[in-house]
């Protein structure tokens, strides 16, 4: 599985960004697609996932700012990330989860995202 993961940037506190992540050589409808982040000192923590249904799960802290989807036609997952904080400063993982045997993970290479104040 190749994850490409963009869209990251610089953003204001109260603004938006979209990130976009684009998996390859994936039978798209066995994954499970997510974001996880990790912010410098921190642990990766959970952002956000939905299944091939549409089945998402959020972190409690982000859910009404954070949006996931996914396009099956094009392979692609989505983040559109409102109302943003200094605090959501972090490095943005794409992953997939294979839900058949054999399961597995794979990751994104990061996109860093930036809040300023």
């Known amino acids: 599985v190749q994850l490409q993961a963009s869209g990251g940037g610089v953003g204001q506190a109260g603004g938006s960004l979209r990130l976009s992540c684009a998996a390859s050589?994936?039978?798209?409808?066995?994954?499970?697609m997510g974001w996880y982040r990790q912010a410098p000192g921190k642990l990766r923590e959970l952002v956000a996932t939905v299944s091939s249904g549409g089945t998402t799960n959020y972190a409690d802290s982000l859910k009404g700012r954070f949006t996931i989807s996914r396009d099956n036609r094009e392979n692609t997952v989505y983040l559109q990330m409102n109302s943003l904080k200094p605090e959501d400063t972090a490095v943005y993982y794409c992953?997939?989860?294979?839900?058949?045997?054999?399961?597995?993970?794979?990751w994104g290479q990061g996109t860093q995202v930036t809040v300023s104040s």
């Open positions: 992953y997939a989860r294979r839900t058949v045997t054999p399961t597995f993970t794979s």
């Open positions: 050589r994936v039978a798209y409808s066995n994954f499970i």
